[in-house]
């Protein structure tokens, strides 16, 4: 059975009725520079024909593929979804196509991959959301624009601006404001950077700002943990808020909390982070964190499109994560406090 032939720039204008080099400006501007009328039958036609690129054949001719590839470990993370969205749509505003690309192994296998696709010349620029080994790093670069913004590590647990920790002081220093003294930290599974982060972070601002500490407890995802931290406190504890590092973690807290009969928050408080859609409707609503991932993923693309036109990296003076004040805080009761 005879192949069938692939489709070229050369059919699409014969069918569109249009010159190959207005079918070519077309494909290279993506229809912005092309008049209303010859873009819609030079569409129409594309889709008629069902035409597809050579993407290799156009990069030996232009060096432009309009092309990105974003690559991560492999592995799952809702977060690196959210990551993706915006990348994409800050590439696609520039003009360029993403593809995602998952990479198993070591560092050391994913930079030999890496280097490979730089070499195929499909990709105009790669942007990396996990660690590179630095003497390949700069062999990609040699070939491509590349930005490293090591988001994720092998395990695809959160690392760079993801461990940010700083919305932990925030909720700290205003609960310290409602007149809380005695602060108790749930802490996730601690192979994870953010976990890590999180827990630094509770130690430095109690200590930064005198507040007396029962403790950093816990260390697993497990809703039994965050329940036991809370059913394990003495009788006379003085604890009136607690932190756990995500929403799972502080809502069993807020069920050992009740089960031992005190009231949130008006006898003690709790916050997560996350910003589990489930935080909005509990009894009470939960304080938490949101992390923008989407907006993460637009700065890291546009480190790489500024790499690519040769342009400073841009810089950022807003966070990326922000509390979200819930019901489940709020002032001290004196009785207890």
Do not use: C
Request: negative net charge; glycine residues 8%.
């Amino acid at each position: 059975m005879q192949q069938q032939r692939r489709p070229t720039i050369y059919d699409i204008a014969k069918t569109a009725g249009v010159s190959h080099m207005t079918v070519s400006r077309y494909l290279r501007f993506n229809g912005e520079r092309t008049r209303e009328d010859p873009r819609e039958r030079i569409k129409a036609a594309i889709a008629e024909l069902d035409y597809r690129p050579n993407l290799a054949a156009r990069a030996l001719r232009t060096t432009r593929t309009g092309r990105l590839a974003i690559l991560f470990p492999s592995g799952s993370a809702a977060s690196s979804v959210h990551m993706l969205t915006g990348a994409t749509e800050a590439a696609r505003e520039a003009g360029y196509q993403v593809d995602a690309i998952t990479l198993a192994g070591s560092a050391a296998e994913r930079s030999e991959r890496m280097l490979e696709l730089a070499e195929a010349g499909l990709f105009e620029g790669l942007l990396a959301l996990t660690p590179l080994e630095s003497e390949r790093q700069a062999q990609i670069a040699s070939r491509v624009p590349v930005v490293v913004g090591a988001e994720y590590d092998d395990e695809m647990r959160g690392i760079g601006d993801l461990a940010d920790a700083s919305p932990v002081a925030e909720i700290i220093e205003t609960l310290a404001g409602y007149g809380h003294r005695t602060f108790l930290h749930i802490a996730g599974d601690r192979s994870y950077t953010t976990v890590r982060s999180r827990e630094q972070t509770f130690l430095e601002t109690v200590e930064r700002l005198g507040l007396d500490s029962a403790g950093s407890v816990g260390g697993s995802w497990l809703g039994e943990t965050g329940q036991q931290a809370v059913l394990d406190l003495p009788d006379d504890t003085r604890v009136t808020a607690i932190i756990a590092s995500n929403d799972d973690l502080a809502a069993a807290a807020i069920h050992a909390a009740i089960h031992r009969g005190w009231r949130v928050p008006e006898d003690v408080s709790v916050a997560g982070w996350d910003n589990n859609a489930l935080g909005a409707w509990l009894p009470p609503t939960l304080t938490s964190v949101k992390v923008d991932y989407e907006e993460l993923g637009r700065r890291a693309m546009a480190k790489l499109l500024a790499a690519m036109r040769d342009e400073a990296e841009p810089s950022y003076s807003e966070p990326v994560a922000a509390v979200v004040w819930r019901d489940s805080t709020g002032p001290v009761n004196p009785a207890r406090g």
